[in-house]
């Protein structure tokens, strides 16, 4: 264009130095800024719901009204457009039972009292909370029609291809349409629509199979690696989380609860009476993201991460277009119908979305897939028939508001290159014993979200560039870290890098303790903007629209964060950060 102004360098702030003292207990960021704890494990969620530091007694029953652990992926939905009113809804990963029973977790006779098991449910899953800024404060309205736990025992419905079929029913659910919670929420996805999308990351654990031949022959099973155990035991007081095939119950009992799980579930956060909706046209996996692209023309695609070692990249683009007229329930039926694709990088640079279609790239009936429900409840099987490559465990996926070129973190991958078959080194992923992990970009074709083939490049390789160590050496331009996993561009096209490593490895001693750093995708330039308490991982990130408010999350921190009186345990928090002069965070 004519004259066109000279455009301010995108990082503005003055980078901070890794902080690598052990007994760090709070945040650090850059000079003009704060970082406030603004809502943390126990808080109230639903209106009427007591404090869990407020009350003697921590039960199930309040700590399904409150924050669950473990804060994770995170969206500011704003009400009218709002960069002073929304809401904010998070996920609730995982629980640590040390935490949340004072006196440890039991078994009592081989039998997990059922308060403690409901109590661990509770505090998994989703919050929806209203958020309101008066003046530079923020706070949480705590009458809210809108406040809404969601957790490891809500009705959900299950939609979609898979919905209905043999594999998703059980006695419990003849129909194959109804399921009770979601656990593992990690990383997130949101729809143009307004809904959110909680993504069921490591849910293979709460399952087990104790048949260890029938589980040997159920690829639904062992391919996501369901074991012969529960991690929490809780199929000792709920039958539904023994997956064991029982012959005299209809279904065969819960052998196919685990196929319920490893979905994207759609939240209406607006709507506080709606049931989730688990969308099974979008593959099963153990998923981080659904992170969507959304073209001028109403077409779309949800990128997503498969985080497990040498798993792969996969994207659902709707068949349909959204419509802004149509409700948030006419809009959610386009994840019902549409085409989940896995990547496969090749070493020249270029790459092609691999349809996982019934009938196409080999996935017929003769090859041991019967039909489309087959192929997304088995859709890791249904990737590595067609070719898919293995990535250095796919986390979060960011896509650049104007390019929509594509961003992915890997986050490390030890074994890659160690013998196995599967995770030998490829151009895409290209370090052997891969410890700090990389991200890669890629640019789909005519920076469309529906292209069928791309060009990739590796943005950077995480690691330090002056460690001595070949296979732990990094390119990075800037401040250093090891493990990107929650990643995030904001409203001008800065990226977000979020890092999960182990603070007491000896590996990671350069990197200080985790941290979240911003980058310039043109120059790669990386700048260090904030750091966490020791024993944290810095994930969850979101932004109001006019950027000058920033939510993150501080997750499974260490000492006592962020109650330094040191009287109650450690608790995921989200953070508010804010410039001190009201401005752009990061500008
Ligand atoms: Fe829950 Fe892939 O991190
Ligand atoms: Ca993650
Ligand atoms: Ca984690
Ligand atoms: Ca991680």
């Not at 279904?251 to 196929?259: D, K, S």
């Not at 997304?376 to 508001?401: F, K, L, Q």
Request: hydrophobic share 30%.
């Amino acid at each position: 264009g004519p004259n066109p102004t000279p455009k301010e360098p995108l990082l503005g702030f003055n980078r901070i130095d890794p902080v690598l003292d052990e007994t760090f207990d709070w945040m650090a960021v850059p000079e003009g800024y704060n970082a406030q704890v603004f809502f943390s494990w126990g808080d109230p969620v639903v209106a009427g719901a007591p404090s869990m530091l407020e009350s003697t007694q921590h039960t199930a029953a309040d700590q399904e009204k409150q924050a669950g652990q473990n804060h994770d992926g995170m969206h500011y939905f704003p009400i009218d457009g709002s960069s002073e009113h929304g809401l904010l809804v998070m996920n609730h990963e995982y629980i640590n039972q040390w935490s949340l029973h004072p006196a440890g977790d039991t078994l009592v006779n081989g039998v997990r009292p059922q308060e403690e098991v409901l109590k661990e449910l509770a505090a998994h899953g989703v919050s929806v909370l209203e958020v309101k800024k008066n003046g530079k404060d923020w706070s949480i309205v705590s009458d809210s029609k809108y406040g809404r736990r969601i957790h490891g025992q809500t009705k959900m419905m299950i939609t979609g291809p898979a919905a209905g079929t043999d594999a998703l029913k059980t006695v419990a659910d003849p129909e194959g349409r109804t399921v009770y919670g979601t656990y593992n929420n990690c990383a997130m996805g949101y729809t143009p629509w307004g809904t959110y999308l909680a993504c069921e990351e490591n849910f293979q654990g709460y399952f087990g199979n104790k048949d260890e031949t029938d589980f040997e022959s159920r690829r639904e099973h062992k391919r996501y690696g369901i074991g012969t155990k529960n991690r929490y035991d809780w199929d000792t007081v709920m039958e539904r989380f023994d997956a064991t095939p029982k012959a005299n119950l209809d279904h065969q009992g819960y052998v196919n609860e685990p196929n319920r799980f490893g979905w994207v579930v759609e939240i209406d956060p607006f709507d506080p009476k709606s049931d989730p909706v688990k969308r099974t046209a979008m593959g099963r996996l153990v998923r981080e993201c659904a992170t969507p692209s959304v073209m001028d023309d109403g077409k779309m695609a949800f990128y997503m991460g498969d985080d497990s070692r040498g798993e792969y990249i996969y994207k659902f683009v709707p068949k349909g277009t959204y419509d802004p007229k149509k409700s948030s329930k006419e809009n959610g039926a386009l994840l019902d119908e549409g085409t989940l694709y896995v990547a496969v990088f090749y070493e020249d640079g270029t790459g092609e979305w691999a349809a996982l279609e019934h009938g196409k790239n080999g996935l017929t009936a003769l090859n041991g897939f019967r039909d489309q429900a087959d192929i997304v409840i088995n859709a890791r099987s249904a990737a590595d028939h067609v070719g898919a490559t293995p990535m250095d465990r796919p986390e979060w996926v960011a896509i650049h508001p104007e390019s929509k070129d594509v961003y992915v973190t890997l986050t490390n991958n030890s074994r890659r290159g160690n013998g196995d078959a599967r995770q030998t080194v490829n151009a895409a992923n290209p370090r052997e014993a891969n410890l700090h992990g990389h991200i890669v970009k890629i640019a789909e074709a005519n920076n469309r979200a529906d292209a069928v083939s791309f060009e990739w490049d590796i943005f950077l390789m995480a690691g330090d560039p002056s460690a001595e160590n070949e296979t732990l050496k990094g390119d990075i331009k800037g401040d250093i870290f090891s493990s990107p996993d929650g990643l995030y561009f904001d409203q001008d096209g800065r990226l977000w890098i979020q890092t999960d490593y182990s603070d007491s490895s000896d590996n990671n001693v350069n990197f200080g303790l985790n941290q979240m750093l911003a980058s310039d995708p043109e120059t790669k330039e990386v700048r260090r903007f904030f750091v966490g308490p020791k024993g944290c991982e810095v994930t969850g990130i979101t932004k109001t629209p006019d950027g000058t408010s920033m939510f993150i999350n501080v997750q499974h921190p260490k000492l006592h964060f962020p109650d330094r009186s040191g009287k109650n345990p450690p608790r995921s928090s989200t953070i508010l950060i804010q410039k001190d002069d009201g401005g752009i965070v990061g500008a």
